[in-house]
């Protein structure tokens, strides 16, 4: 830790330093705020992740200006292979590339770093500073303003004030419990990967692999190709748990060891990976917050944002880039200089702004449920350039997801190929 005195004040605090939390505050400092930027972990650390980046984080990484930073580590791809129950695959081309969490979050933490936001030692987010005790005129039963918060350093607490407070704490709730905007402990979903360097897969998987089964549970496997002989391989379920009696898995029903087990006994490249190749480091699980749901965006003083609002796509569980562009469009909002509602209003806007694709997003992940929808869908985008360039399309941001899954949109597979 530095001997130099810890800040006591500025004008935003970002707590979590992860593509959300890096993003916003990479902007606001370029915009002249003084910005501090905490996060439990000392950087570079581990992040458990798919890796994946699809057009979305693309277009997130040139408006931070750091993607030829990005590029020039990451390992390119030109498809997304996508692979049914039956064995069936369809590679849909598109922009997208791989690179390790530990390595992303680290070019885009010091880019913020380089734009004038000060990284904290490691600190952890105890609790909201609140100062008196009227109610919110967004959210009536929270009373009280954030004024900054208290955070944990070493072994000793230490507070810092700021003008706003932005909650960039991913998945994890404790932090969005502490400031009370959390509306939903249980995930939408989870996941596990691990990484496997396997040399003589190198050039055998290319693109971004996802697999369908009925025995994943609902869920789905990958392999995504990372630099240096490198594969990330994981399972992840998501949308999928409710209530005993509603079709959906609950939570203890689910040991994703045993269906990570399974993706690699029903998909023989996974097998191969794993039986031919070196496991780094261990299989780990983590949380996934889907579908801009189950958390408030905002009380007065702070702004919440990335995954601790559900910034990742159910269905693909991609949320890199739209944990940055949520981290941008809170430090849009601050910036616009007003007075506390008119931030917040005008961040909940752009939120809700987003949700019509979320929810796209949300429909199409019927096809975890029903993996012989993808059976349909990869049989005819084979065979139909059309299909394919919708599915490219969805990739690509310009397509609706749902429409492929919907019950028009799987009477239109049934046309006339073209």
């Known amino acids: 830790m530095s001997d130099l005195p810890l800040p006591k004040n500025c004008d935003v605090l970002v707590i979590g330093a992860g593509p959300a939390g890096s993003a916003c505050a990479q ?5 002249g705020l003084d910005v501090l930027l905490a996060d439990q972990h000392a950087f570079p650390r ?5 890796d994946g980046l699809i057009p979305d984080a693309h277009n997130a990484l040139r408006k931070l200006g750091i993607y030829d930073e990005v590029m020039a580590v990451a390992h390119p791809a030109q498809h997304v292979g996508c692979i049914g129950p039956r064995g069936g695959r369809v590679d849909v081309p ?3 590339a791989v690179l390790p969490r530990r390595e992303l979050d680290d070019i885009v933490c010091r880019a913020a770093q380089r734009a004038g ?7 952890r987010f105890e609790a909201p500073l609140i100062e008196g005790n009227a109610a919110d005129a967004l959210q009536p039963a929270l009373r009280g303003q954030v004024v900054g918060a208290r955070l944990k350093i070493g072994e000793a607490l230490h507070d810092v004030r700021a003008k706003w407070l932005v909650l960039a704490t991913g998945a994890v709730p404790q ?3 502490a400031a009370e905007l959390c509306q939903r402990r249980t995930p939408t979903g989870i996941a596990l990967r691990g ?7 190198v050039g055998r998987v290319k693109a971004l692999e996802i697999i369908w089964h009925k025995r994943l549970k609902q869920g789905y496997g990958w392999i995504f190709p990372c630099p240096g002989g490198v594969f990330n391989i994981g399972v992840g379920l998501g949308n999928c748990f409710g209530l005993a009696g509603t079709g959906r898995l609950r939570m203890q029903d689910v040991n994703l060891r045993d269906i990570f087990e399974a993706f690699c006994e029903l998909y023989a490249p996974a097998r ?8 780094v480091g261990e299989l780990k699980g983590a949380p996934l917050r889907c579908s ?10 702070l702004l919440a944002t990335g995954e601790a609002v559900g910034s990742t796509y159910d269905f693909s569980g991609e949320g890199i880039g739209k944990a940055m562009e949520t981290g941008m469009l809170a430090a849009q909002a601050i910036m616009l200089g007003r007075d506390d509602a008119a931030v917040r209003e005008a961040y909940e806007a752009s939120l809700r702004a987003l949700q019509p694709r979320f929810e796209l997003y949300r429909k199409a992940s019927r096809v975890n449920a029903h993996p012989w929808l993808a059976d349909l869908v990869i049989w005819r985008a084979r065979n139909s350039p059309r299909i394919l360039r919708r599915m490219s399309g969805v990739l690509e941001e310009t397509a609706n997801p749902g429409n492929l899954v919907s019950v028009r949109g799987l009477a239109k597979l049934f046309l006339p190929i073209r």
């Open 27 to 31: 902007r606001l400092a370029l915009a």
């Open 46 to 50: 581990d992040k458990i992740c798919g």
């Open 94 to 96: 598109g922009h997208v």
């Open 117 to 123: 936001a000060r990284m904290l030692p490691p600190a």
């Open 175 to 177: 932090a969005m419990l």
């Open 195 to 201: 990484y496997v360097k396997n040399e003589a897969m």
């Open 272 to 279: 191969e990976l794993m039986t031919g190749g070196e496991v």
């Open 292 to 301: 801009l749901d189950g958390a408030l965006y905002s009380r007065a003083g």
